[in-house]
């Protein structure tokens, strides 16, 4: 596979296949997305983990499908390399397989997905089979499932004990029978999940499941170390951004108070007669020289 070729369905059969274990990254908006994207991950996943991560709620409950939709198009526009699946929110395939599929129909269309991605073992398969029945892939999602958060009675780590691991295990082969390309698997014990990893023919991507899923998925926020009072036991934080950024706000506040910032080089200048204009701002977001002299 070219390293710039476009991450598929098919190749991520093909990943499990020869044993090349596959990244997942979540994103939500275009400036994630592009950096993820271009550090050569192969999925970005735009979860309902946005409830949390970019709406400040306790957990995913209040997410709709305008906002799964907005979110999804802010990723997409911008994506070049990356799969990028679409989570379906609370409710927006639990009343009915045509709800379902017009749902996730919407995420393909508004949102750009490639993929939608739904919780929930045996009991969805006729939801999953009437998606992929549209030519929607489907990524399953087992085990600690966040939208079951008053079920569960919060979020729990699901199938230690023998029976409930057995569901899950029964859980996993019904979502690969009704049609599903690929599993997550989350908040399991690690055997259970390599178990299940080998039982199944469809790749899994684990979360707090262990090293032996076919791939690993993690919120980027948290792989970034950007909630500094958040830090549970399946997350390896790969860097401490949340002082780097408290440190560069800290710096700009002590430089305008200062007058230290900004200086010469940060500003415009009216046009000297006759002379050229020196200055070439990028104007990604303000306004160029020109603009500046024109207004
Ligand atoms: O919404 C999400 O971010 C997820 C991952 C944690 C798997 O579902």
Redo the contacts with the bound molecule.
Sequence with gaps: MRADAPITVPALRRMKRNGTKIT?L?AYDATFARLVDRAGIDII???????M?MQGKAN?LAVSVDHMAYHGACVTSVTKRCHVVV?MPFMSYHVSPAEAVRNAGRLVQEGGAHAV?L?GGAERVEVIAAIVNAQIPVMG?IGLT?QSYHVQGGFKIQGRGDAAAERLMRDALAVQEAGAYSL?L?GIPKELATKISEALDIPT?G?GAGDGCDGQ???VQDLLGMDPDFQPKFVKRYADLGSVINDAIGTFIDEVRTGAFPQDEHSFHRKRRGGPVKEAPSGKYGPTDTDAATA
């Design positions: 997942m979540t996943l735009v979860g309902d983990s946005l409830g991560v995913t989570d991605k919780e999602h966040p997550v989350e991507i979360i998925v993690l919120v």
